[in-house]
């Protein structure tokens, strides 16, 4: 490719998500962090724009010196919990049939202490949810 000025645009897999990042490539020779973050003005994940040319590849990256290897974006997925909760009749530890489940619970998500509120990936507690039945009713016509 010629020299000159670029962005990686990514499309990440579907229930992946955008680690943070958006560091400048062009000042950072490090192979193991994300250069990626959604660009406000179009919502794509993108890096930062960085200049490709001849003799100027970051040392650290191991490779010759007519490229950039330090460009990285970093993905996670999505995770999700247990979405059960049941009164247990017979007190076995397992919804079985007839057992129904318990609307209006609040659920929270917590650190290992019990009583701090778990984060999400920018910091920001995760928000308790409450428990809901859904009946679905069909009929045969």
């Not at 010629?2 to 490090?30: I, N, R």
Request: one cysteine or more.
């Amino acid at each position: 490719m010629p020299e000159g000025d670029y962005v990686v645009t990514v499309v990440p897999p579907a229930g992946y998500f955008p680690t943070m990042g958006g560091v400048d490539a062009d000042d950072d020779a490090s192979d193991y962090d994300s250069n990626c973050r959604v660009n406000p003005a179009n919502g794509a994940i993108q890096t930062q724009p960085f200049t490709l040319a001849a003799g100027t590849e970051p040392a650290d990256d191991g490779d010759d010196a007519n490229g950039n290897m330090t460009i990285d974006c970093g993905f996670y997925s999505g995770v999700s919990l247990g979405n059960k909760i049941w009164f247990d009749t017979n007190g076995n530890g397992q919804q079985d049939s007839g057992e129904p489940g318990i609307s209006g619970i609040s659920v929270s998500l917590m650190d290992v202490d019990g009583s701090t509120p778990a984060t999400d990936i920018t910091g920001k507690p995760v928000a308790p949810v409450t428990t809901y039945l859904m009946v679905i009713t069909c009929s045969l016509t």
